[in-house]
């Protein structure tokens, strides 16, 4: 065989194996990225159940403490905003203040006895205590996908691929700042 033939095959060899290279990481990066979006729409799923749930919780308390319409309305308000919220970090911060207005509403009806001695409400509050355990855990099964398709986007030769094809790192859900300390509800 010629010297020139072997060239052009060693060429077309080397051809090969790049397109090949960018293939795999191109698919893998749309694997991981399509893992990580599906995790989120489970979470996103998940809150909707609890924010579903959560109109049939303010009517129950709104019979029996209507002075505590403020507290209400931060429920509803955060609900609206998780509603209007366009990206990841936006929908995971909304998500964090409807749950703190959440939890100072529960430590307003824990102060009812009307309201927590209901059937109704006692099965909202196993609805959402349920619902509350789901979110948990697709927040932890979206963070894990989001955290592995970061690093993979962010791994050598991944990185150049991820930036040639617009890939970006996704957010992640966190506890809201505050989270650490329980809500303060005051009675005057």
Request: net charge negative; hydrophobic share 45%; glycine share 6%.
């Amino acid at each position: 065989m010629k010297k020139s033939v072997k060239i052009i095959i060693a060429v077309a060899l080397v051809v090969v194996i790049l397109i090949a290279l960018l293939a795999g990481t191109y698919n893998g990066l749309v694997n991981a990225q399509a893992n990580a979006e599906a995790a989120f729409s489970n979470v996103e799923t998940q809150l909707q159940r609890r924010f579903d749930l959560v109109p049939n919780l303010v009517e129950t308390v709104k019979g029996a403490a209507a002075h505590e319409q403020n507290i209400i309305n931060s429920v509803t308000e955060a609900r609206a905003k998780y509603v209007g919220a366009g990206s990841v970090s936006e929908k995971a911060q909304a998500a964090g203040e409807f749950s703190s207005a959440l939890s100072r509403l529960m430590v307003v009806v824990e102060n009812y006895p009307t309201i927590t001695s209901t059937q109704s409400y006692i099965a909202l509050q196993d609805e959402l205590a349920g619902t509350e355990n789901r979110i948990n855990i697709a927040r932890q099964d979206y963070n894990a996908a989001a955290t592995e398709y970061n690093k993979k986007i962010r791994t050598f030769p991944n990185v150049i691929f991820a930036g040639m094809f617009g890939f970006e790192q996704m957010s992640l859900f966190e506890a809201t700042s505050g989270a650490e300390t329980a809500p303060q509800v005051s009675f005057q």
